[in-house]
């Protein structure tokens, strides 16, 4: 060894700043090398002159240079080994920092692969049936694999699971334990390492890597590095299923909670929460409408400030439900602000939370102030109109009671001769003779939805197309109403004796009339005033016992349904001054060609 090696030799130091260990390592085996190769020149060069180097030195030299070898060997181990547990480390942290299930998956196999030097790895998880699912597969470029390259040893995965150890093989062609199994021989595996993930006790999938080319391409060491990272993977896997499954919780009570502000707010119903002190809480559409503010107006102010002056009974009830956590209803009148008074039908219940703890109080409102005074206007119309008519009645139609001028037909009819008749019945006898003949002619205007205006003595009107019974066949409808009006008298008069044979005389017409409510505060009747009354009342005074007569109007309405004669003047009325008057002889009776009618 020169001057210059042992000066090299001697500067040869660790220094901080200097180069890796590994890398000054790798110069002092150069060195030694060198120094060995030294010692054989000169130990040649001494032969010749007869002398030798001491075999020791020799010796000494060559040790030297085997345990910096080794060292080297060593340090470039603890290297791979040190940037492993770091990646591991990294790739834990990074594991446990998400929350996603699919990001954890990716993060497991990528690092498997790069720990390892597989050439394609697979997590495998158990479904909800305990059958296993491959959830992702990547190859050594991070790429995903499709299910054609999902080929793997089913042999080796359902051992893991079966017995919850992992398998390393270098070379499972030749491994003695899988020389049976046909898809190992099939697939041509060559290095396998599975290991299981556990969740708990339970093993909930297996993390598989291979190489179909190399063997011996994993170690022990491969397979304890594996282990430890499978058991970081499914803790953090666990943690994202938790959190998928709070999230999909989370998600559903959002989803519930929407549904029922959607509710909330569709309630017909209006729907009041108050605290213990009587301040509201909430309030939905329906109550704002009712009361007459917004939401945004009234939450968090105080009940009494909204409502003015409700009764002892409304305060009664409210704190009784405080007190007792009972249901109570009440009826009663509310003054509102915006509103004025206001017909309310209230229940109150208790608020409380899931643990039973009183929050205050919740009232459903429903407001019957025009549902009160709609059955105040229909109490009016039942009068007028049968059952029948009375539920077909919308709130609109109401209107009419106010006074409408429209397009009406009216009937007439009075029973002929009934004053001389009178006079020979005892009134009690004689009430019933003229109810018999007034029903037979009111059930007649009902039969055809006619409304039964007035009974005058021994007459009755009836009125078709009024606000009540809006009809476009109304003339058509009065006149069926007058036939079976006859034929009721008709049948009548089979179950009376011939002196109580009476008939009616009746009188329709079409034309204009004013319609509505007429009377006193004290009492008000439905009534028609018009130009239709006037006519068909004339029409009725100059009938014929049992005679139907129709003025021009209503003739020209009805003329194709029925059959009917024109009326020459009678006495007293002057042929310049008769207007058209026709008689009603029956209803015709279609050809086949025509629709079929029926005949009552």
């Not at 009690?428 to 009974?455: H, T, W």
């Not at 009746?506 to 009377?519: D, E, F, K, Q, S």
């Not at 009354?533 to 194709?560: C, N």
């Amino acid at each position: 060894m020169n001057n210059d090696d042992l000066n090299q030799t001697d500067s040869f130091r660790l220094d901080d700043g200097g180069q890796s260990a590994q890398e000054e390592l790798r110069q002092l085996v150069h060195l030694a090398d060198q120094s060995i190769a030294m010692l054989r020149t000169q130990q040649d060069l001494l032969r010749q002159q007869g002398m030798n180097v001491p075999s020791s030195v020799m010796s000494a030299a060559n040790a030297v240079a085997m345990t910096l070898t080794g060292l080297t060997t060593a340090i470039s181990g603890s290297q791979i080994e040190l940037r492993q547990l770091r990646a591991l480390a990294e790739t834990t942290a990074l594991m446990t920092s998400t929350l996603d299930v699919n990001d954890v998956l990716n993060n497991v196999i990528d690092t498997v692969i790069s720990l390892t030097g597989a050439e394609r790895g697979f997590v495998m998880l158990k479904d909800e049936t305990g059958k296993l699912d491959v959830r992702v597969a990547r190859d050594f470029d991070r790429a995903t694999l499709d299910s054609s390259e999902f080929s793997v040893s089913s042999t080796i995965i359902n051992q893991v699971v079966e017995t919850g150890e992992a398998v390393l093989t270098d070379n499972a062609g030749d491994d003695p334990r899988f020389h049976q199994q046909h898809s190992i021989m099939r697939g041509a595996f060559r290095s396998i390492l599975a290991v299981p993930l556990y969740a708990g006790s339970e093993v909930i999938g297996v993390v598989y890597c291979d190489n179909r080319i190399l063997a011996g391409v994993f170690n022990q060491y491969e397979l304890n590095l594996l282990r430890a990272f499978a058991d970081q993977a499914a803790v953090a896997l666990q943690n994202a299923r938790l959190f998928d499954a709070v999230r999909a919780q989370l998600g559903e009570i959002a989803r519930i909670r929407d549904l029922m502000a959607n509710v909330f707010a569709s309630i017909i119903s209006g729907v009041i929460t108050l605290d213990l002190q009587a301040n509201i809480l909430s309030l939905n559409a329906a109550a704002e409408q009712m009361i007459g503010v917004t939401a945004a107006q009234v939450t968090g102010v105080s009940l009494w400030q909204v409502l003015n002056t409700p009764d002892a009974a409304f305060r009664e009830k409210l704190a009784h439900v405080q007190s007792a956590r009972t249901v109570e209803r009440l009826d009663t009148q509310i003054d509102i602000v915006s509103l004025g008074q206001r017909d309310w039908k209230i229940t109150m219940s208790p608020l409380q939370n899931t643990d039973g703890t009183l929050q205050g109080v919740a009232m459903v409102l429903d407001d019957l102030t025009e549902l009160k005074r709609r059955e105040e206007q229909l109490t009016t119309v039942r009068r007028y109109l049968p059952l029948a008519l009375v539920d077909n009645i919308r709130s609109v139609d109401l209107a009419g009671f106010g006074g409408q001028e429209r397009e009406i037909t009216a009937f007439f009819a009075d029973v002929r001769g009934f004053t001389e008749f009178g006079e020979r019945l005892e009134p009690e006898l004689l009430m019933q003779i003229i109810n018999r003949y007034l029903g037979a002619a009111s059930d007649a205007i009902n039969r055809y939805q006619g409304v039964v205006d007035k009974y005058i003595g021994d007459a009755v009107t009836g009125l078709f197309n009024t606000p009540l019974n809006p009809q476009l066949d109304h003339a058509r409808r009065a006149v069926r109403a007058a036939l079976r009006t006859i034929r009721a008298v008709s049948a009548l008069h089979e179950h009376l004796d011939a002196p109580f044979h009476l008939q009616f005389g009746i009188g329709i017409h079409t034309g204009n009339a004013i319609l509505g409510n007429v009377g006193s505060a004290e009492r008000r009747e439905f009534a028609a005033i018009g130009d239709a009354i006037d006519t068909s009342k004339w029409l009725q005074e100059i009938a014929q016992p049992g005679e139907i007569l129709l003025s021009e109007a209503t003739y020209t309405l009805v003329e194709d349904d029925f059959i009917c004669e024109s009326v020459p003047p009678r006495a007293g009325a002057a042929p310049d001054e008769w207007p058209a008057v026709y008689r009603v002889t029956r209803r015709k009776r279609h050809t086949s060609s025509m629709p079929a009618v029926h005949v009552d």
